[in-house]
């Protein structure tokens, strides 16, 4: 089956880099939009960043110019580039993998931006 493990969260301070990783197995990343997408305490999933089959991006107003998304199709991985963090970018965050009738998540890796 298709499985999707996030890694590289952790504790930064406020202005520091991240980079988060989706490994993806059991089919291939260049089937699927990929994106990423975060859950902070008491708020509703939110969209991140998202890649798409052909190559194009989109991005939530709030990370525009400070996250970066990728993949390698050849590892079968996702990337998040996360620079200049801001505390309000503390959240759970989560790699997902949909194409028409199939939506995969990942297990969510934790982000703190905190001093």
């Known amino acids: 089956q298709v499985q999707l493990v996030e890694s590289g969260g952790g504790l930064v301070q406020p202005g520091g880099s991240l980079r988060l990783s989706c490994a993806v197995s059991?089919?291939?990343?260049?089937?699927?939009?990929m994106g990423w997408y975060r859950q902070a305490p008491g708020k509703q999933r939110e969209l991140v960043a998202s890649?798409?089959?052909?190559?194009?991006?989109h991005y939530a107003d709030s990370v525009k110019g400070r996250f970066t998304i990728s993949r390698d199709n050849a590892k079968n991985t996702m990337y998040l580039q996360m620079n200049n963090l801001k505390p309000e970018d503390t959240a759970v965050y989560y790699c997902?993998?949909?194409?028409?009738?199939?939506?995969?998540w990942g297990q969510g890796t934790q982000v703190t931006v905190s001093s």
């Open positions: 997902n993998a949909r194409t028409t009738g199939r939506d995969y």
């Open positions: 059991g089919s291939t990343i260049n089937m699927y939009v």
């Open positions: 890649t798409f089959t052909l190559g194009s991006t």
